[in-house]
């Protein structure tokens, strides 16, 4: 994904209107096969902040209380960064709260999710 956004950002610095529809297919293709149910029920932006070291990436997890009603959303943000040792760093930030479960759940799949090639 990395390559993509970089690419795309060279495309809108050359004008390259053909090859930066490509790389916006591209990318929605990626961001279009994270993780999405389980609580992520809103869409998952790509943030203009983004680049070719560091990939920022907002949604929304829908919480559940004990009872099985919805009590709330969890606004978050992934930031991805290129790592020697691990391929990435993953960091998860928002507005967890009492729900600090979910900010552990959601490093889990967002973190294999990512790891997979595409």
Not at 31 to 53: R, V
Request: a negative charge.
């Amino acid at each position: 994904m990395a390559k993509a956004i970089e690419a795309k950002k060279n495309c809108i610095k050359s004008g390259n209107e053909k090859w930066f529809d490509i790389w916006e297919d591209k990318i929605k293709t990626i961001i279009d096969s994270l993780p999405h149910g389980s609580g992520i029920d809103s869409d998952i932006t790509l943030m203009d902040a983004s680049t070719g070291e560091k990939i920022v990436i907002e949604s929304s997890y829908h919480c559940m209380n004990d009872g099985g009603y919805y009590d709330g959303w969890i606004n978050f943000r992934l930031t991805i960064t290129g790592s020697l040792m691990f391929g990435f760093n993953l960091n998860i930030t928002g507005n967890f709260g009492k729900h600090q479960d979910v900010k552990d759940y959601l490093h889990e799949i967002f973190s294999y999710d990512l790891a997979l090639e595409v």
